[in-house]
């Protein structure tokens, strides 16, 4: 008989963690149907034919994958076997979990693209699951809240993933934070300029890094990285770029000759004044432009977003990729979504003590249990409650009152009704209120309309 | 370029399904939070130390392995291979998705045993993946509800299982139900006797199916499996018992001379009465001597529930388990659960036509985009509907008009703003109600009143 374990990466949720993860979840949610998503769940596997190669060599390997089912083995040969792990992986597995919940949304656009009302915008609210290496803040179980527009090239969509990132953040009590936005187009043209041309993926990769490593380290790794020294001198700029008032019109004049640049650039100003259309006062938004995430996938605008002032990393990242489905087979379908990190958002509410302190999943009221004539009393009084929306419990067993108090206290039940001879000579019950210690008595209709009352 | 495909017996579900399964999901959690059981989620793989011979070979058989990530291969050796594949997967395959909410629930109170409050409710509502044979009705991937309270022998569990279900599926649509219950003591009652003492499993594989193939072959059944002649006939007043008044009389005379039996009745009637007091008027309760499901497992109390006058199989089921967590070595933790199916719920609630007709996920209200200008003066008018709680959205593209109230029709997306030069000049909007095609004017305030006002 072992003691048993959580597989490794994994959590359980108990009652606490929920309540704060479902405000988290529920708030997200509702802001995503505001600005008219609608829901989509996919299944946790997929073939693996639909997730190989969607994520580059290292995302294949994360890929948990299933063994199939049944004699898995049984029609292998000797050869089979000596090959080594990866052949022999597409002989015996032909499913694993999802990676992430963009390329079965893919998936589901290219199955259903006969009957999807386009612009199809939806969300989804899903686990995700990654054999990566576990470590603090990182696991191979975890959610991922995406919303995504797909059909139209229409810079509004850009605009409101702004708007609904400052709509969703405030909700949870996260202020103060900063929308970074940087578009593909104008890392393309900084390329091209400093003559190294289709080279914007390993210069995306080395001045993302800017924030972590300081300029000289940067520009150590692009010489590395068999930039020229004079493409790295011209890069300058683009290091020292102020992050303060008028960010485009320097980046215009120094990039006027890129012609994709500029287009990257008028799109952003579009975006920009959309925003302020669209009455959002004050926007906590931010060019940058040495913003490269997942740059392989985004052919546009690129978004991410940092909670200032604590020491954890971006809380949600997106951005307009003009081929989602192309990998299926349907070329032309452009989309642009966002993605939050829950597990993030999690850990800064917590930092900042941003939970609320009532949660709504919570029992309100316990009934206390003295004997089995209080008892039954106790259940004449426990229906009337429920029927007025309010979570409510009697005590199981009549034990010892302390015992019973305890419970409601590590429960955190914040009232208890208390039901003894004299209540029930009197119908006058005993209220507790279990943070202050207060009583009083009332009967039952008066509690159940002072509990419904203060009902959040 | 391969056409993508679902894995076979797994589902997408899309806005339209996500809606009802929502009503389903928080019409159950509503309930489950009003009874005061606290939500719990487990990840969807756990260590196959934790789930193998927990469901009988069948059930090891039925669960969906992992393979190990890396090299898994490496380090076997010939002799390995060629043992056949059930020794093998041990050495390829550690991990396994769920099979049920019960075991991770066992496993998660053996974990938290030191710091839970007994009696501890836990609501849990999760997917479990089996590798059954794909047909209809039956998925690998599918929704459990399960809500269980542990720590506790009092009885009143059982009977709030019983109001819970009277709260739940009235408040689906769904009235015409009956919740039968047995008690695995009069099974055992019943075996010893009609002399078979110890066979109440085979006794009630066989009279589980007198509902489906009748008497006489029960009684074949029965003489095959080894009981006999004379066991056969002593059985004959529970293949006879009328459902109907008085049950429990016949019951006790029958098996006066049964301690154990008259210990399961003498439950079952506590039950009952306790339900009376918790206030249930007309409960839907039938006693059934033939329930057994999942025999094995129970050690009380045994529930199924039926919906009345609809082809489809027990809706919810559930029972006493005195021994919980005994398999990680905890013994003496007893336990009581109801678990809803949601699938089988849903193709009821389709078949008697019970889903509401406006779901609240669904967008409210869309602004037309007639052009630049009408565009620009729709998104002034859009962060006011959001404020004031409404779903809203405005057509991303100045398309044809027709194309864009189409897109609002399939959506289902009831009230259209139609802003022109007109509207612009004036002030005063049309609001055009997609169901009646009527369209009055009002300007932005009042459009948002009206519409705030009918949101449900």
Same mark, same amino acid.
């Given at each position: 008989?072992?003691?048993?374990?959580?597989?490794?990466?994994?959590?359980?949720?108990?009652?606490?963690?929920?309540? /704060?993860?479902? #405000? &988290?979840?529920?708030?997200?949610?509702?802001?995503?149907?505001?600005?008219?998503?609608?829901?989509?769940?996919?299944?946790?596997?997929?073939?693996?034919?639909?997730?190989?190669?969607?994520?580059?060599?290292?995302?294949?390997?994360?890929?948990?994958?299933?063994?199939?089912?049944?004699?898995?083995?049984?029609?292998?040969?000797?050869?089979?076997?000596?090959?080594?792990?990866?052949?022999?992986?597409?002989?015996?597995?032909?499913?694993?979990?999802?990676?992430?919940?963009?390329?079965?949304?893919?998936?589901?656009?290219?199955?259903?693209?006969?009957?999807? %009302?386009?612009?199809?915008?939806?969300?989804?609210?899903?686990?995700?699951?990654? *054999?990566?290496?576990?470590?603090?803040?990182?696991?191979?179980?975890?959610?991922?809240?995406? *919303?995504?527009?797909?059909?139209?090239?229409?810079?509004?969509?850009? *605009?409101?993933? %702004?708007?609904?990132?400052?709509?969703?953040?405030?909700?949870?009590?996260?202020?103060? #934070?900063?929308? /970074? &936005?940087?578009?593909?187009?104008?890392?393309?043209?900084? *390329?091209?300029?400093?003559?190294?041309?289709?080279?914007?993926?390993?210069?995306?990769?080395?001045?993302? /890094?800017?924030?972590? !490593?300081?300029?000289?380290?940067?520009?150590?790794?692009?010489?590395?990285?068999?930039?020229?020294?004079?493409?790295?001198?011209?890069?300058?700029?683009?290091?020292?770029?102020?992050?303060?008032?008028?960010?485009?019109?320097?980046?215009?004049?120094?990039?006027?000759?890129?012609? &994709?640049?500029?287009?990257?650039?008028?799109?952003?100003?579009?975006?920009?004044?959309?925003?302020?259309?669209?009455?959002?006062?004050?926007?906590?938004?931010?060019?940058?432009?040495?913003?490269?995430?997942?740059?392989?996938?985004?052919?546009?605008?690129?978004?991410? %977003?940092?909670?200032?002032?604590?020491?954890?990393?971006?809380?949600?990242?997106?951005?307009?990729?003009?081929?989602?489905?192309?990998? #299926?087979?349907?070329?032309?379908?452009?989309? %642009?979504?966002?993605?939050?990190?829950?597990?993030?958002?999690?850990?800064?509410?917590?930092?900042?003590?941003?939970?609320?302190?009532?949660?709504?999943?919570?029992?309100?009221?316990? &009934?206390?249990?003295?004997?089995?004539?209080?008892?039954?009393?106790?259940?004449?009084?426990?229906?009337?409650?429920?029927?007025?929306?309010?979570?409510?419990?009697?005590?199981?067993?009549?034990?010892?009152?302390?015992?019973?108090?305890?419970?409601?206290?590590?429960?955190?039940?914040?009232?208890?009704?208390? !039901?003894?001879?004299?209540?029930?000579?009197?119908?006058?019950?005993?209220?507790?209120?279990?943070?202050?210690?207060?009583?009083? /008595?009332?009967?039952?209709?008066?509690?159940?309309?002072?509990?419904?009352?203060?009902?959040?």
């Amino acid at each position: 008989m072992s003691k048993p374990s959580l597989a490794r990466g994994t959590r359980d949720f108990g009652p606490e963690q929920m309540a /704060k993860r479902t #405000f &988290i979840f529920d708030t997200i949610r509702r802001s995503f149907q505001r600005y008219g998503f609608l829901p989509l769940e996919t299944p946790a596997f997929e073939n693996l034919s639909v997730l190989m190669g969607k994520y580059g060599d290292e995302g294949d390997q994360l890929l948990f994958k299933l063994l199939n089912s049944g004699d898995f083995s049984g029609k292998l040969t000797d050869s089979d076997w000596q090959e080594g792990y990866k052949p022999l992986t597409s002989k015996i597995s032909e499913k694993g979990l999802r990676y992430d919940l963009t390329v079965p949304f893919a998936r589901y656009v290219v199955m259903n693209r006969g009957t999807l %009302v386009m612009p199809f915008k939806r969300y989804q609210i899903q686990p995700v699951w990654r *054999a990566d290496r576990p470590q603090k803040g990182r696991y191979r179980e975890f959610y991922q809240c995406d *919303a995504d527009v797909v059909g139209t090239d229409s810079l509004l969509c850009e *605009a409101e993933i %702004v708007l609904l990132l400052h709509e969703i953040l405030p909700a949870l009590g996260i202020n103060d #934070f900063t929308v /970074k &936005i940087n578009n593909r187009k104008i890392l393309t043209g900084i *390329a091209d300029m400093i003559g190294a041309h289709g080279m914007e993926g390993p210069l995306c990769v080395a001045i993302d /890094k800017l924030d972590k !490593i300081g300029k000289d380290k940067v520009v150590e790794e692009l010489i590395e990285r068999g930039f020229s020294n004079e493409s790295v001198t011209q890069l300058d700029p683009v290091l020292t770029l102020s992050e303060g008032a008028e960010p485009f019109t320097t980046l215009k004049n120094w990039l006027a000759s890129s012609e &994709i640049a500029m287009k990257g650039i008028q799109e952003l100003e579009e975006v920009w004044d959309l925003v302020k259309l669209l009455g959002l006062e004050n926007p906590k938004i931010q060019l940058d432009v040495t913003l490269a995430r997942g740059l392989s996938y985004y052919t546009g605008a690129i978004f991410e %977003v940092k909670a200032n002032n604590v020491q954890i990393g971006s809380i949600s990242g997106g951005g307009r990729y003009d081929n989602l489905t192309g990998t #299926f087979g349907v070329p032309g379908i452009s989309g %642009v979504g966002v993605s939050l990190g829950v597990d993030r958002i999690y850990d800064v509410m917590e930092e900042l003590n941003l939970f609320p302190e009532n949660q709504k999943t919570a029992t309100k009221v316990m &009934i206390s249990n003295f004997d089995q004539q209080a008892f039954r009393f106790g259940l004449s009084v426990l229906p009337k409650l429920r029927e007025a929306g309010i979570n409510a419990e009697i005590y199981p067993d009549s034990v010892k009152l302390k015992k019973q108090l305890d419970y409601a206290d590590r429960k955190n039940i914040p009232f208890v009704i208390l !039901i003894g001879s004299d209540e029930m000579e009197t119908g006058q019950l005993t209220l507790k209120n279990m943070k202050t210690g207060e009583q009083q /008595k009332l009967n039952a209709d008066d509690i159940t309309a002072l509990l419904a009352e203060n009902n959040d």
